[in-house]
């Protein structure tokens, strides 16, 4: 067994990473698929465009292999999505992704209500849990969710459909807002403020529970031997931790793609009174505490546009302009929230704004300070954990901000710490591979991934650039913690 695949169901697309077993990747294929907005404040997608292009990224990716030399196939899966699906396989209506904020009076009622909730759920009341989305289908008497016999994410519809099974993993289940993390079972309690049954949602299991017998035409379509096995693995979050190495106490994941997050495992479930931070199992005795941005790369995206006249200009000539920059962009600071924000406010209703603008900033100043604050966006998260008692040592960096050399010098000169960096982005499919080569007995356990992870360069923080960035943080914070309430009147005028 020369190979081992790790599929990540994301966002935007579906990705077939094939590695090698000392984790250098040996070919991947991405097919993305569309996201629908019918209403403002929907986000939705076709389950059925996730599956197809799942099945025809695994066929294209081992084209040029001896299906013989697979080991098994990894999943990873974004959080949050949600079907109503029939006993057949079928869903009643478009998966409802982790950016749907129909339910956002919802999450505020239950915030004020129930606080309970995310004490045993570990899921911050938020518009993107599913346990939000349920409550908003039965107080509008959705019709899906009148009809649906089952309610389960994009991975539970994949592997029902391919497998006839009816599990779901920890991190998925967890994230769910209706999972009991001290206990990994379902939380009754919150089923019924939810008002759905236990037998509408499948059976947690640990990530390293493996299916096999794929059905017979889906088989052809995937590419794949028909012995191979499959294993569950997680949510894409602590995948990714354990696909870049940050395993240990002290050990931090940062991932920026279109949003963002910081990650820890630890031993027990951290908990937050001010609801701050999640905090999700993942296996029997480990847990990933962190907090979401929903304001990543795409925050770098909208300045292209902004900037972008009579041609688009290049992230990499913007990038390049905020390099020529002074740590701190003149004193120009921008708030990310463009899209609202998750972590550290969980207001869906935050907005973005720059602060200190004058006539002597220029576009690589608006640059930077929009890099910049989407980095003290982790940056305050991060203090959240500090707060909790994870504190940062180590930092590993992954996601596709990870290939801006200026960006990972920022990240180094804020958190004034060495960020490492891996040979391939795609950390949250080796932490799915890794996981299926432990359960199927290819590996001794999951630590031993860290001698499995090729790494290249390092970055070294800049003290006085640190020196500057803490300055501007004490601001950014202050400004961000004030601005909350007005972003509520403006949201309803």
Not at 190 to 209: D, K, M, N, R, S
Request: aromatic content about 10%; charged content about 20%.
């Amino acid at each position: 067994m020369d190979y081992v695949i790790g599929l990540d169901i994301g966002t935007t697309s579906a990705k077939s990473v094939v590695f090698h077993k000392n984790g250098e990747v040996a070919a991947e294929y991405e097919v993305a698929y569309p996201l629908s907005h019918p209403v403002v404040g929907y986000a939705e997608q076709d389950p059925l465009q996730i599956e197809q292009a799942a099945l025809e990224a695994l066929n294209i990716s081992t084209r040029t292999l001896e299906c013989g030399k697979i080991a098994g196939v990894g999943i990873s899966a974004a959080m949050h999505s949600l079907i109503c699906m029939d006993k057949n396989g079928a869903s009643l209506c478009p998966s409802m992704i982790w950016a749907d904020a129909r339910s956002a009076s919802e999450a505020s009622t239950l915030k004020e209500e129930q606080p309970d909730v995310y004490m045993r759920t570990g899921t911050p009341l938020h518009p993107m849990s599913p346990l939000s989305k349920l409550i908003w289908m039965k107080n509008n008497q959705y019709e899906p969710w009148k009809q649906a016999d089952y309610f389960v994410s994009v991975k539970e519809f994949l592997l029902y459909r391919w497998f006839g099974e009816k599990v779901v993993d920890y991190s998925i289940a967890a994230a769910t807002g209706l999972f009991n993390i001290h206990e990994h079972r379902w939380d009754e309690e919150t089923l019924a403020i939810a008002g759905i049954h236990p037998e509408q949602l499948f059976t947690p299991v640990a990530p390293t529970y493996a299916m096999s017998g794929m059905k017979e035409d889906l088989i052809e379509k995937s590419g794949l031997a028909p012995s191979t096995p499959f294993v569950i693995g997680g949510s894409d979050g602590p995948l990714a931790n354990l696909g870049i190495g940050a395993i240990q106490p002290g050990e931090t994941a940062i991932t920026i793609g279109t949003s963002g997050a910081i990650r820890q495992f630890s031993s027990e479930p951290l908990l937050d009174d001010k609801q701050e931070v999640f905090s999700y199992s993942f296996t029997d005795d480990l847990w990933i505490t962190g907090g979401p941005s929903n304001n990543g790369g795409l925050v770098l995206k909208w300045v292209q546009q902004l900037l972008s006249e009579e041609r688009e200009v290049p992230i990499e000539e913007l990038t390049k302009l905020a390099g020529e920059v002074e740590a701190g962009s003149g004193n120009l600071l921008f708030l990310p929230y463009l899209n609202g924000e998750r972590a550290p406010f969980w207001n869906a209703e935050a907005k973005g704004s720059y602060i200190g603008l004058t006539p002597s900033h220029k576009k690589g100043h608006v640059t930077r300070a929009a890099m910049e604050g989407v980095l003290f966006s982790i940056f305050h998260i991060g203090k959240a954990l500090e707060r909790l008692g994870n504190h940062h040592e180590t930092i590993y960096a992954s996601g596709g901000f990870a290939r801006s050399e200026t960006w990972i010098q920022m990240l180094a000169d804020i958190f004034n710490k060495r960020i490492d960096l891996p040979v391939s982005h795609q950390s949250s499919a080796w932490g799915a591979a890794w996981v299926a080569l432990y359960s199927l007995g290819h590996v001794d356990d999951l630590t031993s991934i860290k001698s499995s992870i090729p790494m290249k360069e390092h970055y070294e923080p800049n003290a006085d650039n640190h020196q500057k960035y803490q300055a501007l943080f004490e601001v950014y914070q202050s400004v961000s913690d004030k601005l909350q309430i007005d972003f509520a009147k403006l949201h309803r005028m």
